[in-house]
């Protein structure tokens, strides 16, 4: 039964939404069940994110109890969950200091502790991928040479003091640039990478709703 009943849900679901996706949506039957679906889906992704919140939280508090190694940083996490959500949960009604809204506790941390610390993560991860496209972009092949000069063509002309630079030889470069390379082989590749991955993924639904692939019950 703890096998049968996952495999009967994960099969009917399933069947039911590829039959809605070639059906009319608009229709009473076929509508009302995919929204009601939709419905539950996002649901369940809610007490999903509870779940993983939860599950930080004991696994942080069991480095902090047992004092493992960096068990400052778990503490911290937990704080910051905490501080972050408790005053994001309260009603309004009770101060307005509580709630989302502008002014409100959780606003002051985002605004002024979390934002910058964002933007301070993606600025130190630009350093990291400068230094990886150094390492992987060296010259040793013909098609490794072709991705060297169209990464160097498209990064002078992503940056201002780049695109500059390259109107100081034709003011068309950028525009060729943004034809030819972005719009043009950028564009095919991504279209191949969505068709690889959409194909992959309807792979691995059909795979689930037969019940070849069983790994979201924990077996291999």
Do not use: C, H
């Not at 990291?128 to 092949?141: K, L, M």
């Not at 109107?167 to 043009?184: D, Q, V, W």
């Amino acid at each position: 039964m703890r096998t049968t009943l996952p495999l009967a849900v994960a099969f009917i679901t399933g069947l039911v939404f590829v039959i809605t996706f070639f059906l009319n949506e608009k229709s009473a039957i076929v509508g009302g069940i995919s929204r009601q679906l939709l419905d539950w889906l996002i649901i369940i992704g809610g007490f999903t994110l509870l779940l993983g919140v939860v599950s930080i939280l004991r696994v942080s508090w069991q480095s902090v109890e047992r004092r493992k190694e960096d068990w400052i940083y778990k503490l911290i996490t937990i704080l910051s969950v905490l501080v972050m959500a408790i005053p994001g949960l309260l009603p309004e009604s009770w101060s307005s200091l509580f709630g989302r809204q502008a002014g409100s506790i959780y606003d002051w941390l985002f605004l002024n502790l979390q934002a910058p610390m964002m933007a301070t993560m993606f600025a130190t991860l630009a350093f990291y991928i400068a230094s990886a496209a150094y390492r992987a972009f060296r010259a040793r092949t013909a098609e490794a040479t072709i991705l060297l000069v169209t990464a160097t063509l498209v990064m002078l002309w992503r940056v201002p003091m780049g695109e500059a630079f390259l109107n100081l030889f034709s003011e068309e470069i950028p525009g060729l640039i943004n034809r030819y390379i972005m719009g043009g082989v950028n564009l095919a590749v991504q279209r191949g990478i969505i068709i690889g991955a959409a194909l992959g993924a309807a792979a691995m639904s059909l795979r689930i709703i037969l019940g070849i692939e069983r790994t979201y019950m924990g077996k291999s």
